[in-house]
């Protein structure tokens, strides 16, 4: 089993920036491949970025490209989600998951563990 956590939401003004952590524990992340999914209130959940086990591949949606970086550090177990120029459209509760799965996983289908979420609000 993998518990995910995630950190680092907030309120952030358009055009600010943030950084999302999600720490796990139970297992190493390094064999996972991992994800960040949002959600916003009366929507589906969307895939916002994922990265290979390796790192050396990731994938973004394209509402966030060139505005976001994912990355993780398999020495500490963590994946961040590097959010810049922020939009309110931004606005959701962003989720991290791990996939048994090495390479890029964008369906959420595939993705094994799942964190609790963590609310990122961006005002106009």
């Known amino acids: 089993q993998v518990q995910l956590v995630e950190s680092g939401g907030g309120l952030v003004q358009a055009g600010g920036s943030l950084r999302l952590s999600c720490a796990a524990s139970g297992r190493t992340l390094s064999t996972y491949a991992m994800g960040w999914f949002r959600q916003a209130p009366g929507k589906e959940r969307e895939i916002v970025a994922a990265?290979?086990?390796?790192?050396?591949?990731?994938y973004y949606i394209e509402s966030v490209k060139g505005r976001f970086t994912i990355s993780r550090d398999n020495a500490k177990n963590t994946v961040y989600l590097q959010m810049n120029s922020l939009k309110p459209e931004d606005t959701a509760v962003y989720y991290c998951?791990?996939?048994?799965?090495?390479?890029?996983?964008?369906?959420?289908?595939?993705?094994?563990?799942w964190g609790q979420g963590t609310q990122v609000t961006v005002s106009s």
């Open positions: 998951a791990a996939s048994r799965m090495r390479g890029l996983v964008v369906l959420g289908t595939s993705y094994d563990f």
């Open positions: 990265i290979a086990w390796s790192g050396g591949s990731t």
